[in-house]
Each structure stands twice: as C-alpha cells, then as structure tokens.
C-alpha cells in the first residue's frame, strides 16, 4: 500500500428505501391517458414473491423515422439486463398501486424495444439506460413532464454550478445545482427486484450535492436546465443513482447517442455548452489518469472534478467517501500539483424503489 500511495505525491496527511420512500402525489397519481411523464411506472415483470419494484417513466423520445418512446433507465424499463422486447411498461408503477404490487387501476402505456447492456464485470458504463415504444394515445405526444411541461429539444453540457430541477415518482419537482463533473463512481444495487446485488463501475457521469434533489423511486428522471423566464427547459442527463447525501446522473448526450434518440420538444435552439476552462480541463486529465487507482483507495466510492470548498473558486479533484470513518489522513492531498478535498456522500446505489407485497 505505500507503494501504491506513493504514486500520488502524498502530502501531510442509494439510497434504497425499500418501501419505506412515499411518492410524491401528483407523480404517483393514476392518470387517464395520454399520460404526461415524470411518472411512476413499472416494467410489468418488476415483481417476485418477495418484491415488487418502481422507477420514474421519465421522457419522450423519438427516432429518425419519427417513432415515440419512453426514455427511462435500463434497471427500470429492462431489468438491469433482464428485460426481453415486447415486454409491456405500465403507469403507474408496482408501488403505488392498491393493494401494493398489484396491478388495480393500472394502463399499460408502452412495450421495451431496446437498453444499453450494463457491464457487471469490472469495465466501464457510461448510461444506465433504456427506450420504450409508445402504445397508440398512451402517452402524450408533446412529451409533456409533470410540475415542468414540454421541453425544448436542445440539450445542455453538464457544468459545475449550473441550475437544474427534475420532476420525478418520489420527490416530484425539485431544483439543485451540479457540484461535480467527471465523475467515476461505484453504483450497486442492480439485479433482481428487491434484492440486487450487482455492481457497477460508471465514468464520464455528474453529481447533484444535495439531500433533497432525489429518493428512491426517481430512477429515471430527466434532469434538465432551470430555464429563464419565458424560455423553456433544455436537457443536461438522466437520474439512475444516488445516496442520502447526493445524486449521479448520465449526461444526456451520451444517452441520446447511445439509444439513436432525441428529444420531442420545442424546436431545438443551439445546444447550451459551458465554455472551455482550461483549468478545468488538466484537473480533469490528471484525475483520469489515475482512475482506477482512486476509487480503489480505502473508503472511497467514487471521485470527480469539482470547485474547492474554500470558496476559492479553483478546481480541484474531489473524493467521495462512503462515511465519515474513512481514515483521510491516508488519501492524497495533492496529486501532480492538483489539490484533492473530500466529501461524505455515503455509498452510491440505484434509486429505485421496491416494496413487499400486501399481506393479508
């Protein structure tokens, strides 16, 4: 081990509730078709003897041929792998019905085409991600999003300190800022409903610091830009993780990328990209440098790029730390002239939200 520290010039020294989460009214409602989204919803094959599960049905999307699907994550729509095309997707979700895990007062509102494969095994994901054809009047097609409305269909650049709001099962709408870009993380929790085990490896993602943005159950939500008045809402990425302290997100572009998709919305006006910060950059370069080496150092689950909390304003490499018994005095300080803070966030999982059956 002090080999391995050597390397880095040291100096000096999802939340899963299950059941436990309650939705958020106007998202959890049963609603009467065309359904609008940020909305509770179910793979109708989320559900054993043990567990039934629920996510957010998040957005409209379309292909070149102009076809309609719901955008969503893949443990959501395809179960962490498991889906099958064809496979129907209800509103609402297994957790919100009456008695819970039944399928009372339920629409089916669309069928699984396709999912980005999640990698189990040690290589890296970049989208936690899946599309659902739309069922004929199901769902509305101007995309609208519940407590947000329709979109526009220009996409945003995740950027440190830019303001977001999402619209989602659990917490409904909820605004935060992006306080890491570039973010490795560990996220565990996929697998079967209730009781995952499987864990996998992300990169390229950004992280939202705060308490409140997310819960289980918002896996799947659309995170988009808090717009000025009069404008409307552009798209910065996709929910799938989180902690009791933050939240993980895909960027956007690398989901619409990878599904062939984009968005239905507004006529799309030029993407919103940050500009460049040099600075910015090299943290980011020589933080991916040794990615590898920092999540596997102890205590640690996942790093980022984000600004100092000196109030400084630089940017530095950030280390999440699963709780506050990690021994910091063992982590780097600096790391080729980069400083490198720390943060509790806890361990990161997928936030979706599973519940027990009813009993008699």
């Known amino acids: 081990m002090t080999k391995y520290l050597g390397r880095f010039a040291v100096s000096g020294l999802m ?8 939705g958020f009214a106007g998202n959890t409602a049963q609603q009467k078709p065309p359904i609008k989204l940020g909305t509770s919803g179910s793979n109708v094959n989320d559900i054993n003897s043990g567990f039934c599960c629920t996510g957010t ?3 409209l999307v379309k292909d070149a041929s102009g076809n309609l699907y719901i955008l969503s994550n893949n443990h959501v729509l395809a179960l962490s792998n498991g889906g099958k095309a064809g496979q129907v997707i209800m509103q609402r979700g297994y957790v919100d019905t009456v008695p819970v895990c039944s399928k009372n007062g339920t629409i089916d509102v669309a069928n699984l085409s396709r999912f980005v494969t999640l990698n189990f095994s040690g290589g890296n994901n970049t989208v936690d991600a899946a599309i659902a054809k739309v069922i004929s ?3 509305s097609t101007n995309g609208a999003i519940l407590g947000i409305g329709t979109l526009n269909a220009a996409t945003a650049n995740p950027a440190l300190g830019l303001k977001v709001e999402k619209s989602g099962r659990t917490t409904g709408k909820t605004a935060g800022t992006i306080a890491a870009i570039d973010v490795t993380a560990t996220v565990s929790g996929y697998g079967a409903c209730g009781t995952g085990t499987n864990t996998a490896k992300f990169v390229k993602q950004f992280q939202i610091d705060s308490k409140t943005f997310s819960g289980a159950g918002d896996s799947g939500s659309l995170i988009v830009t808090q717009p000025a008045a009069g404008k409307k809402h552009k798209t910065v990425g996709l929910l799938f993780a989180g902690s009791s302290t933050s939240t993980i997100a895909n960027p956007i572009s690398s989901v619409l990328t990878a599904l062939h998709v984009s968005f239905v919305g507004a006529a799309a006006e030029a993407p919103m990209e940050a500009p460049e910060d040099p600075e910015i950059e090299r943290v980011s370069e020589v933080k ?9 150092l102890p205590g640690v689950v996942g790093h980022g790029v984000s600004l100092s909390q000196d109030g400084s304003g630089r940017p530095v490499i950030v280390l999440f730390l699963k709780d506050n018994n990690v021994p910091v005095e063992n982590l780097p300080t600096t790391i080729e002239g980069v400083s490198v803070e720390t943060r509790i966030t806890g361990e990161f999982r997928t936030t979706i939200n599973c519940s027990h059956p009813a009993r008699e």
Request: glycine share 14%; no cysteine; net charge negative.
């Open 15 to 22: 939340l899963l509730l299950w059941g436990a989460t309650v």
């Open 57 to 59: 049905l998040g957005s």
């Open 137 to 139: 009047g199901r769902v």
């Open 288 to 296: 991916d440098r040794y990615d590898d080496d920092l999540l596997h």
